[in-house]
C-alpha cells in the first residue's frame, strides 16, 4: 500500500538548535517527493521538489536532501519565524492524480 | 499574480444545507484539484480536474459535486451538509506537480 510517514509529529526547537525531520515512503515507483511549509490558517506553500536519490535542495536555513526509502528536511540554526508545519508529498508512478500521498506533517515550534 | 484563490474564508452551515466553495487561479494550470484537510490526516483528495471539461473522483467523493467551469474555475459544491463533512477544503492548482494552494475555507456543519 502506497504511504508517507512523517516523524516527529512535533518538534520544540530554540532557536539556533539545527535539526531534521523526517519523511519516509513506500510507493511503487516514485516521480517525486515535494516539500511544503504550512501555516496556521494557510494553505501549504511549496518549498522543494525532490526527483532521484542522492538528490538535494537548499533554501536558506533549508536542505532537502532524498534516499530510496526516505527524505529528510534540515533546519540549520532555526529561527522563530521557522515555526510552521511541514508536509511531505509523494507523487508514485502511476497515472491519474490519486497518484499524490500527503503525510500528516511535522508540526515545528522554534524558541526565542 | 493572486494565484489559487478561494471563496469564502469561512462557512457555518446546518445540516442539509447546501453550498457550493469557489476557486479560481490565474496560472493558466489545466490541472486543478480539491482537497479536504482534517487534524490527524493528511491532505484527502476529493475531486480533480485534468482539464477544462473533464472531472474525476479522488479519495473521498462522497457528499460531493465539482464543475469546471473554465479553465480558471473549479467549484466544490455540498448538496446536504452533514457533520462529518466539517473540514478545511483546500483547492489547488498544477502544470503538472507540485501544486501550489490557496488559503482554504474553513466549514463547520452543525
Known amino acids: 500500500e502506497d504511504q508517507v510517514t512523517q516523524s516527529p509529529e512535533a518538534l520544540r526547537l530554540q532557536e539556533g538548535e539545527s535539526s531534521s525531520l523526517n519523511c519516509s515512503y513506500t510507493v511503487s515507483g516514485l516521480r517525486g517527493l515535494f516539500w511544503y511549509r504550512q501555516d496556521p490558517g494557510k494553505g501549504p506553500e511549496f518549498l522543494f521538489t525532490?526527483?532521484?536519490a542522492g538528490e538535494e535542495k537548499e533554501k536558506e536555513r533549508l536542505k532537502a536532501t532524498l534516499t530510496k526509502k526516505e527524505s529528510f528536511l534540515h533546519i540549520t540554526a532555526p529561527k522563530p519565524e521557522d515555526s510552521a508545519t511541514y508536509l511531505c508529498?509523494?507523487?508514485?508512478?502511476?497515472?491519474?492524480?490519486?497518484?499524490?500521498?500527503f503525510g500528516t506533517g511535522t508540526r515545528l515550534t522554534v524558541i526565542p | 499574480n493572486a494565484g489559487v484563490t478561494q471563496t469564502p474564508k469561512f462557512q457555518v452551515l446546518k445540516t442539509g444545507q447546501s453550498m457550493t466553495l469557489q476557486c479560481a487561479q490565474d496560472m493558466n494550470h489545466n490541472s486543478m484539484y480539491w482537497y479536504r484537510q482534517d487534524p490527524g490526516m493528511g491532505l484527502r483528495l476529493i475531486y480533480y480536474s485534468a482539464s477544462e471539461g473533464t472531472t474525476d473522483k479522488g479519495e473521498v467523493p462522497n457528499g460531493y459535486n465539482v464543475s469546471r467551469l473554465n479553465k480558471r474555475e473549479f467549484s466544490l459544491r455540498l448538496e446536504s451538509a452533514a457533520p462529518s463533512q466539517t473540514s478545511v477544503y483546500f483547492c489547488a492548482s498544477s502544470e503538472p506537480p507540485p501544486l501550489h494552494f490557496g488559503n482554504g475555507t474553513r466549514l463547520t456543519v452543525t
Open positions: 525532490l526527483y532521484s
Open positions: 508529498a509523494v507523487q508514485a508512478d502511476q497515472t491519474g492524480a490519486n497518484n499524490l500521498f
